[in-house]
């Protein structure tokens, strides 16, 4: 009989550590979770053979406990944000597909920083088995706490500079640029944008399509006027451009909440729309039809998207590797071009 004391079996920790990953992830690649990278995957499971390491079945069991819970996190400052008529949508069409998968909606708002650490906690796999981030500016840092996460992260449109493996957008440089090419085939021959902050994605990618329209119409395009997607901003923007531009005769402003600040801003002064100025939105909110014209826009299916973002994150808490989806978007021809 061999003497001595019985060999130590190793532990996570030491395969986590041999693997050169955090607890979790080694934790998770175990389980087969599909949030974890090739790479860091096939480490842990080298070290797993090179340690002769046996998993714990309580912990195990631990590991895939799910919390019932899905969060929503929108990175802004203003908690008024929840009750925007787009990210209203967004929340109906979000809590209705995770109700059908019997997961509770959270709501998080990333703008202080005690808001930020409950997120990074979220996204460490503390109180949610998922998340969907929306409105992420560029350089947000929840960006890059998303790519280290170690649960499942869907993106409701996508961030600046970078493509997630799962997000799902509106097509905004296609409804950008029919929108448009409308207010060009209506014979607008100044037409300008107000572009929405250049620092979102949506933004950047409504302006390129109003670029790419004019261009291909061989019109040489305005500089953008950049603005904040709310009424207010909207209204401020279009007394800029009449200001630099007073021979604007066509405008296309990168949401509907800008269009209808464009519009207050025409009539006080005295700027017939669409006589004299017709105006092109983006979404189709509520406000569209009950503006003053009502407002010739861009249709995305905000509530779809919200839903499509639910779904996919339950298909990726249960273990299922979805695509990335686009929406599509219409015209919608109102009274005001």
């Not at 957008?169 to 640029?177: C, E, K």
């Not at 119409?217 to 207010?232: I, K, M, N, Q």
């Amino acid at each position: 009989m061999a003497g001595g004391a019985p060999r130590r079996l190793p532990t996570l920790d030491e395969v986590a550590e041999r693997a050169g990953v955090s607890r979790s992830v080694a934790s998770r690649a175990l389980n087969n979770a599909p949030h974890v990278s090739r790479a860091k995957r096939e480490a842990v499971e080298r070290a797993v053979r090179q340690l002769g390491y046996v998993p714990n079945p309580t912990a195990r069991a631990l590991a895939t406990r799910q919390t019932g819970a899905a969060a929503l996190v929108i990175s802004g400052e203003d908690p008024s944000i929840f009750a925007d008529p787009f990210f209203a949508q967004v929340i109906v069409g979000a809590s209705a597909a995770l109700e059908e998968a019997g997961l509770h909606l959270m709501l998080c708002l990333a703008a202080s920083e005690r808001g930020r650490e409950r997120v990074a906690e979220l996204l460490r796999g503390k109180g949610a088995d998922g998340v969907m981030l929306m409105a992420l500016r560029e350089d947000d840092p929840l960006a890059e706490l998303a790519e280290q996460a170690e649960m499942p992260v869907v993106f409701g449109g996508r961030p600046v500079g970078s493509t997630p493996r799962w997000f799902v957008d509106a097509d905004n440089t296609g409804g950008a640029r029919e929108a448009t090419e409308y207010l060009l085939s209506r014979g607008r021959g100044r037409v300008a944008t107000i572009c929405g902050r250049l620092d979102t994605e949506a933004g950047r990618a409504r302006y390129r399509g109003y670029r790419d329209a004019m261009l291909g119409a061989g019109v040489d395009p305005l500089p953008p006027r950049e603005a904040d997607f709310t009424e207010a901003g909207g209204a401020a923007a279009m007394a800029a451009l009449l200001a630099e531009h007073g021979d604007v005769d066509g405008v296309f402003a990168a949401n509907d909440n800008m269009a209808v600040g464009a519009l207050r801003t025409l009539r006080e002064a005295g700027r017939a729309v669409p006589a004299e100025v017709a105006v092109v939105g983006f979404d189709d909110l509520a406000v569209a039809r009950v503006a003053d014209p009502p407002l010739t826009t861009v249709h995305q299916p905000i509530t779809a998207l919200g839903r499509e973002m639910a779904r996919m994150l339950v298909a990726l808490v249960g273990g299922q590797d979805p695509t990335p989806l686009i929406l599509p978007t219409r015209l919608v021809v109102r009274a005001s071009a």
